[in-house]
């Protein structure tokens, strides 16, 4: 199959440099944008359109400052 092909076992090495990615929330201080909040989430191409999913914000939506954000980081 090709994609078993596609897959190979990891090294010691390259384990050891993987990091898991965890959502986390932050507060949105005076300022914040979705690119700034944005800016800091991992694992995504599309980081601002990711950021927007995860709260649930259409494109028009704007970051409110105090409130409660969901990022997916390291």
């Known amino acids: ?43 995504f191409d599309d980081r601002e359109s990711a950021f927007r999913v995860f709260n649930g914000m259409t494109p028009a939506d704007r970051v409110k400052a105090n409130e409660l954000y969901k990022i997916v980081a390291q």
């Open 1 to 43: 199959s090709q994609t078993r092909e596609c897959f190979r076992i990891l090294t010691q090495d390259e384990r050891a440099e993987i990091k898991p990615l965890r959502v986390r929330i932050v507060r949105a201080a005076a300022g914040d944008s979705v690119a700034s909040l944005s800016k800091n989430m991992s694992g």
